[in-house]
T-cell receptor, first 113, second 111 residues
């Protein structure tokens, strides 16, 4: 089975609130992680990535946190907007492997106005 | 969608027919990938290629075939041997050890 999964399949937040989307991974050899956003009927869009030598990385309104001790990854979206409504996937790449990405099943984020 | 094109956006075929999905990229990426996505599911890897004239099976390669004759192109053929071909097909390209960028996808319906 997949080694990457998500704690919650759906998340509903109010516009303006902060959102936190979680991801658990089981392969301690994974050294690269990516978050993607997928809107309905479209291809996934790269949001942010992080390598295993980092604990935190920030982008525009987004922050990814990596906790290697518990093999946990999270995506924080600040001041969530209706345009953030989408399915969010985390993906991992195993060090020294075939360089394939393994995707989780995704979390559907709904932003209520 | 950043330099990756897939065509067509929607495709309809009768059962028993082979069908080829197009994927082209102008990002000068060495690596290209094909994924399948079913409703409410994550992405599953069909085939990938890290260099021209070479490709590897992914997790669900049965019933599919690919070619990589040019760096820019990685067409996927869904053969009649694929038991459940109706799905959303996504092509991606990227640098090795780096992020992958996805095309807009092709929705294939086989009846």
């Amino acid at each position: 089975g997949e080694s990457v999964g998500l704690h919650l399949p759906t998340l509903s937040v109010q516009e303006g609130d902060n959102s936190i989307i979680n991801c658990a991974y089981s392969n301690s050899a994974s050294d690269y992680f990516i978050w993607y956003k997928q809107e309905s009927g479209k291809g996934p869009q790269f949001i942010i990535d992080i390598r295993s030598n980092m604990d935190k990385r920030q982008g525009q309104r987004v922050t990814v946190l990596l906790n290697k001790t518990v093999k946990h990854l999270s995506l924080q979206i600040a001041a969530t907007q209706p345009g953030d409504s989408a399915v969010y996937f985390c993906a991992e790449k195993v060090r020294g492997g075939s360089e394939k990405l393994v995707f989780g099943k995704g979390t559907k984020l709904t932003v209520n106005p | 969608d950043g330099g990756i094109t897939q065509s067509p956006k929607y495709l309809f075929r009768k059962e028993g027919q082979n069908v080829t999905l197009s994927c082209e990229q102008n990002l000068n990426h060495d690596a290209m990938y094909w994924y399948r996505q079913d409703p409410g599911q994550g992405l599953r890897l069909i085939y990938y290629s890290h260099i021209v004239n070479d490709f590897q099976k992914g997790d669900i390669a049965e019933g599919y075939s690919v070619s990589r004759e040019k760096k820019e192109s990685f067409p996927l053929t869904v053969t009649s041997a694929q038991k459940n071909p109706t799905a959303f097909y996504l092509c991606a390209s990227g640098r090795r050890n780096g992020e992958q960028y996805f095309g807009p996808g092709t929705r294939l319906t086989v009846t």
